[in-house]
C-alpha cells in the first residue's frame, strides 16, 4: 500500500514549517519508506502499519495545534512492494525512451 498524505495545522499562525516537521519526524521514526516533498508525504507498507503512522503524526501536530486538515491518498495494491521507487523509474524509462 502506498500512501501520499498531507497534514495541515490550523489556527497557529503562518509559519507551519515546524509543526509539518513534527509530523514528518514521526514517519521518519517509523521505519516504513518514506518521502517528503512540498506537498506531501508518502509511506508505503501494509494498512494497519501506515494508517497508524499517520495517526501518529496527526497526533503529533494536534499536540501543538487547535485543528488539523489530513487528506490522504491511497493505492492499494496487495502484494506490491517498492511502488514507491517502482512507479517513479517506470515513468522516467517512459520518458527517457522519448
Known sequence: ?????????????????????????????????????????TIEGE???VMAVIKRAVDAVAERSPRVSLVVKADIRPG?????????ETVERYLSDG
Request: hydrophobic share 50%.
Open 1 to 41: 500500500m502506498l500512501v501520499a498524505f498531507s497534514v495541515t495545522p490550523l489556527g497557529a499562525g503562518e509559519d507551519v514549517g515546524e509543526l509539518v516537521a513534527e509530523a514528518v519526524r514521526v514517519v521518519r521514526a517509523s521505519g516504513l519508506p518514506n518521502r517528503t516533498d512540498a506537498m506531501f508525504t
Open 47 to 49: 494498512w494497519d502499519e
Open 80 to 88: 506490491v512492494t517498492d511502488a514507491m521507487t517502482s512507479k517513479v
